[in-house]
């Protein structure tokens, strides 16, 4: 059985989950719920996902609510992204083929912003098909 730890949000911790032999961690913030003012899951995913490269597995739970976010995270270093919360609106809206159905858009999503993006495969996306917006108002890259 493998051991993940989640709830990860730094670097810090990305390292100590190496050092005590966890197979993966899971970038979450619990939905901001346990402490005012947390990272969005994004922007802690961006500090540590350099850190678990090639060492340990990274995924994002949070934060995930179309295919572009999916293409955001896998670009970012994630291997596995959850969707819980879709599923979850699918099934509030029609039981199981709502979750079909928010799935396969979903997915939709995920291939369009590829397409868009020049990536053929999950492997051509890298953190060079993104920008973010400084503070100082200009588009520039990661």
Known sequence: MQIWLKGVT???????????????????????????????????????????????????????RRGSDIFKALALGAQHCFVGRIVIWGLAYKGQEGVELAV??????????MALAGCRKISDMTRDHLSVLGQNGLLSKL
């Open 104 to 113: 396969k858009i979903l997915l939709d999503e995920f291939r369009a912003t």
């Open 10 to 64: 730094s670097p810090a911790d990305v390292e100590m989950a190496i050092r005590h032999g966890v197979d993966g961690v899971i970038v979450s913030n619990h939905g901001g719920r346990q402490l005012d003012g947390m990272p969005a899951t994004i922007d802690a995913l961006q500090e540590c996902a350099p850190v678990a490269r090639g060492r340990i597995q990274i995924a994002v739970d949070g934060g995930i």
